[in-house]
């Protein structure tokens, strides 16, 4: 007979020098001034900035694409979410030919973590897309 022992363990993960800690973000234009770098970027990525309860900045985690799309699963934004105690998240991408109109995808994968962060009481606050001109917030343009 064979015998395993187990040890689970549960603790919040966090990075021991995170600069942001308490940042919070009440208009959608905190959060495009926040990320604005992604601008510069020839290829999609993501960020996904997880939040505490009262909107707090706890976790940042990144997403990297191609020059037309990012790879993003929605499980590994929720997993983090849930090992940081995120309460909350707030997409944010860029589209590198500068235009922040949203795709069919971007819609399709809002839709998805939002789905998917309810069932863990965690809250999508919005998706921004960035380009070079401005910016789009789904949370803005009324899609929750």
Request: proline residues 6%; charged residues 25%; aromatic residues 12%.
């Amino acid at each position: 007979m064979t015998k395993y022992a187990y040890r689970l363990e549960t603790r919040r993960v966090k990075e021991p020098d995170f600069p942001y800690t308490g940042k919070g973000f009440a208009y959608p234009e905190a959060v495009a001034e926040f990320c604005r770098s992604l601008q510069d970027s020839d290829v999609e990525k993501l960020i996904v900035l997880h939040l505490t309860t009262k909107n707090g900045l706890i976790g940042i985690q990144f997403f990297t694409g191609t020059v037309d799309r990012a790879i993003v699963s929605p499980r590994e934004i929720i997993k983090y979410v849930l090992l940081v105690g995120g309460a909350g998240l707030i997409l944010v991408h860029n589209h590198p030919p500068g235009f922040p109109d949203p795709s069919k995808e971007d819609r399709a994968l809002t839709e998805v973590v939002i789905k998917c962060a309810a069932l863990f009481d965690i809250n999508v606050l919005d998706h921004i897309i960035l380009g070079e001109n401005g910016f789009f917030s789904a949370k803005r343009e009324g899609w929750f």
